[in-house]
T-cell receptor, first 116, second 113 residues
Framework: DTGVSQNPRHKITKRGQNVTFRCDPI?????LYWYRQTLGQGPEFLTY????????KSRLLSDRFSAERPKGSFSTLEIQRTEQGDSAMYLC??????????????FGPGTRLLVL | AQSVTQLDSHVSVSEGTPVLLRCNYS??????LFWYVQHPNKGLQLLLK??????LVKGINGFEAEFKKSETSFHLTKPSAHMSDAAEYFC???????????FGTGTRLKVLA
């Protein structure tokens, strides 16, 4: 299967701990996106990359959050000093990277984070 | 700021009857609009997208949506619901000049036997 993959699928952690999630996009997709989805809500944009460059960050992405895409392939999202409010589904998506804004994003299955 | 409003948080239909999921958008420009479906424990899947080529857009699994500029709407329809259509549906807009998605709050579709 050549879809977007995310690891781990589930993560339970204690408040104050650091967590890191990984996203592997569809091969040759230049753009990679992170979203956060809380219960009963639609996904909210966090950040996106064009190759290795992080081009846009949401105000939702506090100083405790950092995302990287070091070689323009996979990406990691790290949350430091987790809080209970960070409990959510973290979604990754990728798109080919064309010039048109109607580009389709392909989503992974998500990583569900529970902070105790 | 561009946004979408999904008018119903829950919709229930009987199997074999039509489905209508409503979405209104706010935009100063011609928007890029999408509908995605999310089944439990599965990733978001694209149903269809509006690319300004045609106002009536056909998608997968018999779904279609009509872009109506005068009403700023992009409602999703299907002539006959199937049990497998039960899921959460999201209307999405891409703000002008950016590639990120702005999601609506979602509509949970329930299909009754």
């Amino acid at each position: 299967d050549t879809g977007v993959s995310q690891n781990p699928r589930h993560k339970i952690t204690k408040r104050g701990q650091n967590v890191t999630f990984r996203c592997d996009p569809i091969s040759e997709h230049n753009r990679l996106y992170w979203y956060r989805q809380t219960l009963g809500q639609g996904p909210e944009f966090l950040t996106y990359f064009q190759n290795e460059a992080q081009l846009e960050k949401s105000r939702l992405l506090s100083d405790r959050f950092s995302a990287e895409r070091p070689k323009g392939s996979f990406s990691t999202l790290e949350i430091q000093r987790t809080e209970q409010g960070d409990s959510a589904m973290y979604l990754c998506a990728s798109s080919p990277g064309g010039i048109r804004f109607q580009e389709t994003q392909y989503f992974g299955p998500g990583t569900r984070l529970l902070v105790l | 700021a561009q946004s979408v409003t999904q008018l119903d948080s829950h919709v229930s239909v009987s199997e074999g009857t039509p489905v209508l999921l409503r979405c209104n958008y706010s935009s100063s420009y011609s928007p890029s609009l999408f509908w995605y479906v999310q089944h439990p424990n599965k990733g978001l899947q694209l149903l269809l997208k509006y690319t300004s080529a045609a106002t009536l857009v056909k998608g997968i699994n018999g779904f279609e949506a009509e872009f109506k500029k005068s009403e700023t709407s992009f409602h999703l329809t299907k002539p006959s619901a199937h049990m497998s259509d039960a899921a959460e549906y999201f209307c999405v807009v891409t703000p002008s000049g950016t590639y990120k998605y702005i999601f609506g709050t979602g509509t949970r579709l329930k299909v009754l036997a």
